[in-house]
C-alpha cells in the first residue's frame, strides 16, 4: 500500500473523524509502515492531541487546513507508506480538495438514524463535490453498542442502501478517551486491548482494499 492515502471524511460533526485518523495513523506507525498523519481541519484536532504527553507516539505529523492540501499530499505520499488526512466535519472545499487525491475514503457514522441520513448526503455531496471521482469509499460504524438492535438495522439500511460498509465497526470504548488524556491512542497505551483490537481489524481490512486498488491500477 506505499504511497496510498486515506482520507476520513464526514459532513456530520462528531462522528469520530479525527479518533480513527490518529488510531489509524498509529496503529501503522507501531507497524513500521511509516505514516503521514495530516491534519486538514481548520480546528487542529489532531495537533491539540499531538500536543500532550505522548504526542502520538512520534507518527509524522503535518498540518495544513487549506484546499492547497492537494498538492501537499501529492508531493509528500510517496515518501510515506500511507498518508492519513483527517478532514473539517462540513462541507469544505478542503475536504473536497483531500478527496480528490485519496486513494480510499473512510465515513465515520454513528449508529443513529439521524447520523445515517446525514451520511448520505455526505456521500452524494462528495460524489458531486469532485469532478469524475470514482473514490473506494467505506462507511465505519462509530460508537456503536455490542449487540444493539440499532446497530444491526443501521447497518442493514446502510447495505440496503448501497453503501459499502467495513465488517468491523469502532465500538463506544472509553479507551479512546483514556488515551487520548495522554495524547495516545490504545494501540500504544493498552495494545492487548479490545479497542487496540478492533482498529487493528479496521486497519487489516483498509489495507486489503488499498491492496485490490494497487493492483488494479498497475
Ligand atoms: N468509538 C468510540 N467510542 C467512544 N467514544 C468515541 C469513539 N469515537 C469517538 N469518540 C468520542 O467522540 C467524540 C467525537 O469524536 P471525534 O472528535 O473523533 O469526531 P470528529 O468527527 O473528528 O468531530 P469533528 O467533526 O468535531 O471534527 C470525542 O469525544 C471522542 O473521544
Ligand atoms: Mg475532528
Known amino acids: 500500500m506505499s504511497g496510498s492515502v486515506v482520507t476520513i471524511a464526514s459532513l456530520k460533526g462528531g462522528s469520530g473523524k479525527t479518533t480513527l485518523a490518529c488510531c489509524l495513523a498509529v496503529h501503522w506507525h507501531l507497524k513500521g509502515y511509516k505514516p503521514l498523519l495530516i491534519d486538514a481541519?481548520?480546528?487542529?484536532s489532531v495537533m491539540r492531541l499531538a500536543d500532550r504527553d505522548q504526542a502520538l507516539g512520534g507518527v509524522e505529523l503535518l498540518e495544513q487546513a487549506d484546499p492547497n492540501v492537494?498538492?501537499?499530499?501529492?508531493q509528500?505520499?510517496?515518501?510515506?507508506?500511507?498518508?492519513?488526512?483527517?478532514?473539517?466535519?462540513?462541507?469544505?472545499?478542503?475536504?473536497?480538495?483531500?478527496?480528490?487525491?485519496?486513494?480510499?475514503?473512510?465515513?465515520?457514522?454513528?449508529?443513529?438514524?439521524?447520523?445515517?441520513?446525514?451520511?448520505?448526503?455526505?456521500v452524494k455531496t462528495l460524489m458531486s463535490g469532485v469532478k469524475g471521482w470514482a473514490p473506494t469509499f467505506r462507511c465505519v460504524l462509530t460508537q456503536t453498542i455490542r449487540g444493539s438492535?440499532?446497530?444491526?438495522?443501521?447497518?442493514?439500511?446502510?447495505?440496503?442502501?448501497?453503501?459499502?460498509?467495513?465488517?468491523?465497526?469502532?465500538?463506544?470504548?472509553v479507551a479512546y478517551a483514556e488515551a487520548g488524556l495522554f495524547?495516545?491512542?490504545?494501540?500504544?497505551?493498552?495494545?492487548?486491548?479490545?479497542?487496540?483490537?478492533?482498529?487493528?481489524?479496521?486497519?487489516?481490512?483498509?489495507?486489503?482494499?488499498?491492496?485490490?486498488?494497487?493492483?488494479?491500477?498497475?
Open 41 to 44: 481541519d481548520p480546528q487542529k
Open 70 to 74: 492537494w498538492n501537499t499530499i501529492k
Open 76 to 122: 509528500q505520499s510517496g515518501a510515506h507508506g500511507v498518508t492519513v488526512v483527517d478532514t473539517p466535519g462540513f462541507d469544505s472545499d478542503i475536504t473536497v480538495a483531500a478527496l480528490a487525491v485519496a486513494d480510499l475514503v473512510l465515513i465515520p457514522v454513528k449508529a443513529s438514524p439521524l447520523d445515517v441520513d446525514r451520511m448520505m448526503d455526505t
Open 149 to 173: 438492535v440499532i446497530s444491526r438495522h443501521v447497518r442493514a439500511e446502510l447495505e440496503e442502501g448501497g453503501f459499502p460498509l467495513l465488517a468491523n465497526d469502532m465500538p463506544n470504548r
Open 183 to 218: 495524547g495516545a491512542t490504545p494501540s500504544m497505551t493498552m495494545p492487548d486491548s479490545p479497542a487496540s483490537q478492533d482498529i487493528s481489524a479496521i486497519a487489516t481490512e483498509a489495507e486489503a482494499l488499498l491492496a485490490t486498488k494497487k493492483a488494479l491500477t498497475a
